[in-house]
């Protein structure tokens, strides 16, 4: 992961080199990290809090971390379980089953909002096709009557 090794040196960097960067360092460093906790969750299903904080090499230390771990499973980014052990070495365990769980609760939400336009529209065209039968249910009427006429 290019953004864990080069990432902090990068963005330090930069901010040196355009000075009216600098106020959005925080908000970058965050970014990149989040994006770094989105692609670690495709290699470990757990890791040590240490190397965790070798690849978030933007945060001093785990207290940072563990903010930024609450802040992404309460927006939905990622989520995860810390669990500390007897040793002191905390682990940090990626949570697919809650992923699935958010996006089954969502595809529900959208299939109920599918469902409803559907039958919205089902009664809209069921009153416009009956208009319309209507309609030329009387040409036909009228043009059967002038052909007896």
Do not use: W
């Amino acid at each position: 992961m290019v953004i864990s090794k080069k990432g902090k040196s990068a963005l330090d960097s930069l901010c040196k080199s355009q000075p009216s960067l600098a106020k959005y360092k925080q908000f970058i460093a965050v970014s990149l990290s989040v994006r770094i906790l989105q692609k670690c969750k495709y290699y470990y299903k757990n890791i040590k809090i240490s190397k965790l904080q070798k690849l978030l090499n933007f945060f001093n230390n785990t207290t940072e971390i563990e903010r930024l771990l609450y802040k992404c499973n309460r927006d939905g980014l990622i989520y995860t379980t810390l669990n500390y052990h007897s040793n002191g070495e905390g682990f940090l365990s990626f949570n697919p089953e809650a992923e699935v769980t958010e996006n089954l609760f969502e595809f529900g939400n959208q299939l109920r909002t599918v469902f409803k336009a559907v039958e919205e529209a089902t009664s809209e065209n069921k009153d416009y096709r009956k208009r319309i039968f209507g309609k030329v249910k009387e040409k036909l009427e009228e043009e059967s009557e002038d052909i007896r006429a």
